[in-house]
Nanobody, 123 residues
Framework: QVQLVESGGGLVQTGGSLRLSCSAS????????MGWFRQAPGKEREFVAS????????YYADSVKGRFTISGDNAKNTVNLQMDNLKPEDTARYYC????????????????WGQGTQVTVSS
């Protein structure tokens, strides 16, 4: 069974940087897009960024535009998220996604999801 595995989370000070990575284990899959979502305690899971493989188009939530950069490799089923100038409000658990969620920028329960990696930004 294919699983998505995230890495790269951690604790960083305001203004710092982190790089998240996501790769598939247990096989390969085909998806029109991959991306990242995040969920803070008491809040719903929200779209952060995605990349559509056709044309390599990238999309970002307004809250992260200019600070985060998504990249990936369709053939390898990998996606990365470079996060710069981090703010306390970026603190959340970050989830890798493959499926409709990365196409339509919303949560789809039946998509392929990773277990998440925690990002904490201290003020």
């Amino acid at each position: 069974q294919v699983q998505l595995v995230e890495s790269g989370g951690g604790l960083v000070q305001t203004g710092g940087s982190l790089r998240l990575s996501c790769s598939a284990s247990g096989g390969t899959f085909s998806s029109h897009a991959m991306g990242w979502f995040r969920q803070a305690p008491g809040k719903e899971r929200e779209f952060v960024a995605s990349i559509r493989w056709h044309g390599s188009m990238t999309y970002y939530a307004d809250s992260v535009k200019g600070r985060f950069t998504i990249s990936g490799d369709n053939a390898k089923n990998t996606v990365n998220l470079q996060m710069d100038n981090l703010k306390p409000e970026d603190t959340a658990r970050y989830y890798c996604n493959a499926g409709e969620g990365s196409v339509w920028f919303r949560y789809y329960e039946n998509d392929l999801w990773g277990q998440g990696t925690q990002v904490t930004v201290s003020s």
